[in-house]
């Protein structure tokens, strides 16, 4: 056995091993500890604060929520992601460039600026997201964006949108564009060749941008923070006001380890099955 | 390949229109001449950016963002860089955990790491000070550096090095003379993709910073939290020109393309 791949990566693992494992165990075991208004952190041993999540409804209705939120995103994004990026990979040379360009810059500009953007968009009654949808004739009366579940699921469908794009463009780009030649040239008509050529050859595409959009939505911190305001909470929002506001680190510590345990349970499964489903596309 | 029909376009025209209108809406607001939050339509006015000047907070959390962005992504491609070459040129056992380790921040929800870093440098001292941001920032964008350095040293052609060899260089030559240079523009644009995301990062960073120690996107975050006026969006506005010169700069270097999608890595 040679030494020097790991001499090689000693440093980045030793790096690893203190400022991501250490902090990570002492999270999950700081969540087994106990607290008080008056006395703090108590390192002690109980399981109050498990207990207390998992049987407490008002923390099954905040992870529903975040989970609905983050499954109303995944959808949001795979109905306009997956066909824009189709549409993209069609366009030809100055314009391909210039329109990528343009939905892949935003994964790059602030999320708290962005964000903002959707804030001052929903305004209130007056919003011009619902000027824009009253005038079109859509709907009749303002709909509330501000505080509520589908002003988050809008704005972060717009924060996440990017990366649903970035997966079907990969997944574009290994496509031979021969095979639709071949299907036209034997008469399939467009949707056909939609439908019976291209779908199936991206869909590993989609399902791979599926998984990082939802796990970056039930995880998503600053959109949810500023547009549920201080009242609808998320499980990253909660998790933040235990910390900062309550001082219940305990109990914060909880709610972000069954976060991540939740997280990490729903992103191995679903990879699992596309990788099954699709081996021989993988393989 | 057939042309996009009527109908794409339409789709596509929509698209763009979603996903420019929250940019393009902070950007208009910015230049209101009014004190409360309004669509400028015939006057405008750069009373608000000129207002910034007077928010002190704002421009140190700026110079701050930038030279944390700056240091933890220059370390984090010095760690990089060895771990990539063990990783593109070695197959050992435990290869493929130490790859997932390495890119664990990016699966990582940023809010629990914010926690576990937290409670980390409470515990030894370090809680609020400018030294733990940067080895926070160095670890979340670690990954950044790692996937476009694996990248180009995977890119690399080893019969260079070979002939340098045969050519009587050390092996210290061969890495300083022809692999480095060689991996050159790989490392730059990890360093560059690296400080975007430590100069954008607010979840983890918002557990981690003081009053003292706020970055640019934590301080605007806190500010929006109160109130949002005028003044967040022309800062925002301010931030978002900084971040599409950068973009348009990285596109021209090196292609952003490959930059996000990356070839050749087997990071992810």
Same mark, same amino acid.
């Given at each position: ?68 939120? *983050? ?99 990969? *997944? ?97 499964? *679903? ?13 | ?47 608000? #950016? ?41 197959? #050992?056992? $435990? ?24 409670? #980390? ?46 050519? $009587? ?18 490392? &730059? ?9 430590? #100069? ?8 981690? &910073? ?59």
């Amino acid at each position: 056995m040679r030494v020097a791949p790991y001499l090689l990566s000693l440093p980045a693992l030793l790096l690893f091993a203190g400022v991501v494992i250490v902090p990570l165990v002492m999270t999950v075991l700081l969540s087994f500890h106990d607290w008080g208004q008056y006395k703090g952190i108590e390192p002690v041993f109980v399981l109050k604060n498990w207990q207390e999540v998992l049987s407490d409804s008002y923390f099954h209705e905040m992870f529903w929520r975040t989970f609905r939120i *983050a499954f109303f995103v995944t959808l949001l994004a795979a109905m306009f992601g997956a066909p824009e990026a189709y549409i993209l990979n069609r366009m030809k040379s100055p314009w391909r460039g210039l329109f990528l360009l343009v939905i892949l810059g935003p994964l790059l500009i602030s999320v708290v600026a962005r964000t903002l953007g959707w804030a001052l968009l929903f305004g209130g009654n007056s919003g011009l997201v619902n000027k824009a949808l009253i005038s079109m004739g859509l709907i009749s009366a303002p709909l509330p964006f501000m505080f509520t579940e589908t002003g988050m699921v809008v704005a972060l469908a717009h924060v996440l949108m990017p990366y649903m794009v970035l997966a079907v463009w990969a *997944a574009l780009q290994r496509l031979d564009p021969q095979i639709e030649n071949a299907a036209v040239a034997l008469g399939a008509g467009p949707f056909t060749v939609l439908r019976r050529i291209v779908l199936p050859q991206v869909m590993p595409g989609i399902l791979s941008g599926a998984i990082i959009v939802f796990a970056l939505a039930a995880s998503a911190f600053a959109t949810p923070a500023i547009i549920g305001g201080r009242r609808l909470k998320v499980a990253s929002t909660l998790a933040y006001d235990e910390f900062l506001n309550t001082l219940n680190w305990p109990l914060g510590a909880a709610v972000a380890v069954l976060l991540l345990v939740a997280l990490i349970a729903v992103v191995v499964g *679903a990879s699992r099955l596309v990788e099954r489903r699709y081996a021989q596309v993988f393989g | 390949m057939s042309k996009n029909g009527p109908l794409a376009l339409a789709f596509h025209t929509l698209f763009v229109t979603f996903m420019l209108a929250p940019i393009l809406v902070v950007c208009w607001v910015a230049f209101t001449p009014e004190g409360f939050l309004s669509f400028p339509t015939d006057r405008w006015s750069l009373r608000w #950016f000129y207002a910034i000047a007077r928010y002190p907070e704002f421009i140190s959390a700026f110079w701050r963002s930038l030279w944390l962005g700056a240091l933890s992504s220059a370390i984090a491609v010095a760690f990089s860089v060895p771990a990539a070459l063990a990783i593109a040129r070695y197959r #050992f056992p $435990g290869r493929e955990a130490m790859t997932a380790l390495f890119m664990s921040p990016l699966m990582i929800p940023h809010v629990v790491l914010g926690i576990a870093f937290l409670r #980390f440098f409470t515990q030894i001292g370090l809680g609020g000070t400018f030294f733990g941001l940067v080895l926070a920032h160095i670890v979340i964008v670690l990954p950044f550096a790692l996937r476009l350095t694996v990248a180009s040293a995977i890119g690399l052609d080893r019969a260079i090095e070979h002939a340098a060899v045969s050519l $009587g260089a050390s092996e210290w030559i061969v890495l300083k003379r022809i692999t480095l240079p060689l991996v050159l523009p790989g490392l &730059a644009s990890g360093w560059a993709l690296a400080f975007i995301n430590s #100069f954008d990062e607010v979840t983890m960073t918002v557990f981690i &910073a003081a009053p003292g120690t706020e970055t640019l996107p934590v301080r605007m975050f806190l500010y929006i939290q109160d109130n949002i006026d005028p003044l967040v969006t022309s800062v925002s506005a301010c931030v978002i020109v900084i971040t599409v010169a950068a973009l348009v700069v990285m596109d021209r270097a090196y292609g952003l393309e490959r930059l996000l999608v990356g070839r050749g890595t087997d990071g992810r």
